[in-house]
């Protein structure tokens, strides 16, 4: 069998032809077709990296201010539960030392308005004690009750001991001023007469006397001068009487009543 070589070599060259053509115009656009997409697809995963990572690292941001956040606001939360009860408790202490002090002014004002009752009941009681003596005497000693107060008040006077004596004398030679006799009564002429007498007796010289009504003297004459006072009054009995009913009421003890009218009937001051 003869080669044809002719044959042969136009094969070759158009094959030759045919790689060059493939290589030329197929084989290097499909491979920069390739490299491209591999290209794109790497410069994609790179960005898809990147935006993983920048996910990842946003979403550990947000957890951490997240986490702050909670903190934040558990400490608020806290620091709100604790005003309200500071400020709850500082209202409750308001509120009772508010209540306290009402209760205490009210305390005072029902101990005043007992004191100003019991008072008045006691002057009353005074009083009428007072014109029920004064009308028992005249009835039935025949002499009115400023008679037996000035008897009284005179005995008194001529009662009085050394030292009482002498310290009443020195306040009369120390000052020109008269010595004040009061009474809850206008002193008859009688009666006055008997006083100013009764003091020339006991004091050298003449002791002026300015005489005084004063309805606080209840049932009683007073005599005071320089800070000097002889008394005898029927309210000294009844305020004996009146601490005697106070410890019945409130339950303290037994009342004296073993007191003497000597102890009661007045004072040298």
Not at 20 to 40: H, S
Not at 63 to 70: G, K, Q, V
Request: glycine letters at 6%; charged letters at 25%; aromatic letters at 6%.
């Amino acid at each position: 069998m003869l080669i044809d070589w002719f044959t042969v070599g136009a094969q070759v060259i158009n094959f030759a032809i045919l790689v060059w053509l493939l290589k030329r115009f197929l084989y290097k656009p499909i491979l920069a077709a390739v490299d491209a997409r591999e290209a794109r697809i790497a410069a994609e995963r790179a960005a898809a990296d990147a935006q993983k990572a920048a996910a990842q690292s946003e979403r550990a941001e947000f957890e951490r201010r997240n986490a702050e956040f909670d903190q934040q606001r558990a400490a608020l939360m806290t620091q709100a539960v604790e005003k309200a009860r500071s400020e709850g408790q500082r209202l409750l202490d308001q509120a009772r030392a508010a209540a306290e002090t009402l209760a205490a002014k009210r305390a005072t004002a029902l101990r005043a308005e007992s004191a100003g009752l019991y008072e008045s009941l006691a002057k009353r009681t005074q009083q009428e004690v007072f014109a029920i003596a004064r009308k028992t005497l005249t009835d039935l000693a025949g002499s009115s009750l400023e008679d037996r107060m000035c008897e009284a008040f005179l005995a008194r006077l001529s009662a009085l001991d050394a030292n009482a004596k002498q310290a009443l004398g020195k306040s009369l030679q120390a000052s020109a001023e008269p010595a004040l006799v009061r009474s809850a009564f206008e002193l008859p002429a009688g009666a006055r007469a008997a006083i100013q007498k009764a003091l020339s007796d006991s004091f050298p010289g003449v002791v002026p006397v300015r005489f005084e009504t004063a309805p606080d003297v209840i049932c009683g004459v007073e005599l005071t001068h320089n800070g000097q006072k002889i008394g005898w009054s029927i309210a000294e009995y009844l305020g004996a009487m009146e601490k005697d009913v106070a410890t019945l009421v409130d339950g303290r003890g037994e009342p004296a009543t073993k007191r003497t009218s000597e102890h009661a009937a007045g004072a040298v001051a």
